[in-house]
């Protein structure tokens, strides 16, 4: 079974290019994540949807970030415009809320650099 | 603001010998509790969950939950080498649809 796939893998851009970073969810997961690592600050979560709906996006840093998931198989992160502080890895994750919180699925990641 | 906390580590055992790494979290509401690996430049991969108080078993990896106590724990027994990593507690946030906190996770080094 396919995993959670991201794209890019890699993605070097300049400071103030619009960024939008892919993720296509485990089939049949009604729950993505979109999560945030650095040596300082950990995986961080960003937002979350449940059934393409936005749950949660407290964790967005500011109005350049943006998610959209239009159906249960597709969903982007866009940043607009770019600052090298936003250089990190981003992460994927997807589950299957059955009413217990079941293990989240990562993908493999999309390292940003923003020169 | 929920917490979970980890040793940082680097935590270093021996080839064979049990590797013991803990977490404690803040949210007493939390249902689920999650152990990840992650290698370095790699996503972090599921180790082990568990819901209910007491140990849970599969293979070399045991996981132990004290809801009382607020801590969760992963023993790695007959260490070797390539468990060497960093692991990853993630706790969820009561009535939070699915929502994990981590912690900064515990770097494993196990020698041969």
């Known amino acids: 079974d396919a995993g959670v796939i991201q794209s890019p893998r890699h993605e070097v851009t300049e400071m103030g290019q619009e960024v939008t970073l892919r993720c296509k969810p485990i089939s049949g997961h009604n729950s993505l994540f979109w999560y945030r690592q650095t040596m300082m600050r950990g995986l961080e979560l960003l937002i979350y949807?449940?059934?393409?709906?936005?749950?949660?996006d407290s964790g967005m840093p500011e109005d350049r970030f943006s998610a959209k998931m239009p159906n249960a198989s597709f969903s982007t992160l866009k940043i607009q415009p770019s600052e090298p502080r936003d250089s990190a890895v981003y992460f994927c994750?997807?589950?299957?809320?059955?009413?217990?919180?079941?293990?989240?699925?990562f993908g493999d990641g999309t390292r940003l650099s923003i020169l | 603001q929920k917490e979970v906390e980890q040793n940082s580590g680097p935590l270093s055992v021996p080839e064979g010998a049990i590797a013991s790494l803990n977490c404690t979290y803040s949210d007493r509401g939390s249902q689920s509790f999650f152990w990840y690996r992650q290698y370095s430049g790699k996503s972090p991969e599921l180790i082990m969950f568990?819901?209910?108080?007491g140990d849970k078993e599969d293979g070399r990896f045991t996981a132990q939950l004290n809801k009382a106590s607020q801590y969760v724990s992963l023993l790695i027994r007959d260490s070797q080498p390539s468990d060497s990593a960093t692991y990853l507690c993630?706790?969820?946030?009561?009535?939070?649809?699915?929502?994990?906190?981590f912690g900064q996770g515990t770097e494993l080094s196990v020698k041969p």
């Open positions: 568990i819901y209910s108080n």
């Open positions: 949807f449940n059934n393409n709906v936005p749950i949660d």
């Open positions: 994750a997807s589950t299957l809320r059955d009413g217990r919180n079941q293990p989240q699925h």
């Open positions: 993630a706790v969820d946030v009561y009535n939070q649809g699915g929502k994990l906190i």
